[in-house]
């Protein structure tokens, strides 16, 4: 960050569970996102996120999510048109984080309910655009938009309920995982998604 000076970093937990954030992060206030322990910038959402992951953690179970993050003032001409395309390198970073299984970026998989006529983002003279479905990113570079992602995170693995698996030598067994591990990952991740855009924007 002190080498990308003036671009901003801003992860926030967008989804757990079917709790899904609708609102864009163009139309939130992304200051309230350390208001709470989940790391949610819409106070109402936050809460009934929350509760959610109490009611999971009673149940001894877990339960994945979604990050999504916006990267401002970024400069133009980061990247590379084949092998090393900026948004290739984001999703490297974003799937080499534990317990991703998801990665998307600008529109994403909604880009394809729509038509070209659509989803083209018509240039200004100045070049920047009037939408922005490509997410910042054109032909693998960087086109001075705002760069923005979603990163999907699987429940974690260790349940404090018992459920069936095999030991090394394949024979079934029940297992039940013991001390503390958390329900939802989701909200610790947040600067972790944040930390590796930064240094996939600072090799770049």
Known sequence: RQLLEGVTFQAYVSQVGNLVLETPHQQLDLSLTEANPVRCPDPEM?????????????EGDTIGGTISCVIRNVPK????PVFDKLHARLGHAMLSI???KGFEYGSG????????????????PDGSTLSNFSGGVQGG??????????VAFKPVATLLQSYDTIDKDGNPV????KGRHDPCVVPRAVPIVEAMAALVLADA
């Open 174 to 177: 029940t297992v039940q995982g």
């Open 98 to 100: 534990n317990a991703v």
């Open 141 to 150: 570079i960087s086109n001075g938009m705002d760069i923005y992602f979603r």
């Open 77 to 80: 001409g980061l990247g590379e």
């Open 46 to 58: 936050a809460a009934r996120m929350e509760a959610l992951i109490r009611e999971v953690r009673k």
């Open 109 to 124: 998989f909604e880009g394809v309910r729509m038509k070209g006529s659509q989803h083209n983002d018509s240039y200004r």
